[in-house]
């Protein structure tokens, strides 16, 4: 899994998100094992406490789980995970709205210019 | 939790500089911190007390509940700021020198670290370059079994490549009863392993947080308000 991680907000919500992001896409499937706190820890190049905490977070959420001595798993109900990449999405629309304001643009204009905007 | 680190009123003078004034803090174990500071500010001064290197001119430091000296000086791993190992030597026989010094030393681990970064244990230290040097000191501090880390600018002199194998060494080694205190204003390349942060200057502690916190209270990156507070 790759980690982007924006270092002018907490690292702890992010990894939560980008986990969750996984899980809700189907890369990472109900029951899979997920990766070690110290695995994610070196490959996104994180504090291992942190890492550590965003599991516990998840946890609680019901969205991932612990078996001692084995380790973290993706739970079975991704409902969770989804709301909150639902959640996500709807922050980065209002950004982006926000941004095109910004630049000059009313709402029907964005509206208008997402519609035809083509890659 | 217990407690590695403790300082009471910490106060050291050169003559009529004060290097610290009156510090205050506090370190529990389980942690990565960070003491961060301009050049000057007394992070040296403030870690070669904690190493019994320099007596306080008042107030008390506690190292593991003891005060600096010989029981406290093998729990603490310390990398010191300029080299500490004698040119004359090759990398194998000081490997074997803090095999005698230390009791918590692991030799299998600095052989493999050794390996890892391309180092040759047969060449003599003086033919190596400064960054080789620089990855030696921190191979041998790494490979002890410590309570307490301490690196004094671990990663000014070496190329960004071997920044990160620093940093993931530093992750790979961590354990929950240890701590590792950094020193460094290369902020920007540590602070995501960070937990803590602590902002000393001109002999004051003037922030002590959670990496975390610091980014949730001010929107910015460490190295952002770091570059802010001490604008000039």
Redesign the interface.
Known sequence: MKWE?D??????PQICEQLCVGIASGELESGAKLFSV?EV??S???????VQKSFEQLEQKGIIYSIRGSGWYVGDDTSAAKEMVTKLISEKTLEYFTQMKALGLDETEIKQYVKEWQE | MSELLRCENLTKNYGSTTALDEINLSVEN???IGLLGPNGSGKTTLIKLLNGLLTPTSGEIFVNGKKPGVETKSVVAYLPDNSFLYNWMTVEQIVDMFCDFYADFRPDLAYKMLLQLGIDPTRKLKKLSKGNKEKVCLILVMSRNALLYVLDEPIAAVDPATR?YV??TI??N?NHDASVIISTHLI?DI?????EAIFINKGKIMLHKT???I??EN??????LFREVFRW
């Open positions: 991680l270092k002018s907000r907490a690292i702890c110290r820890a070196v996104a190049g994180v504090n291992p406490n942190t | 389980g942690k990565i990160d940093i993931s992750i790979n961590y920007a602070e995501s392993i960070l937990d990496v975390d916190e980014r949730d929107g910015c990156s460490v190295d952002q």
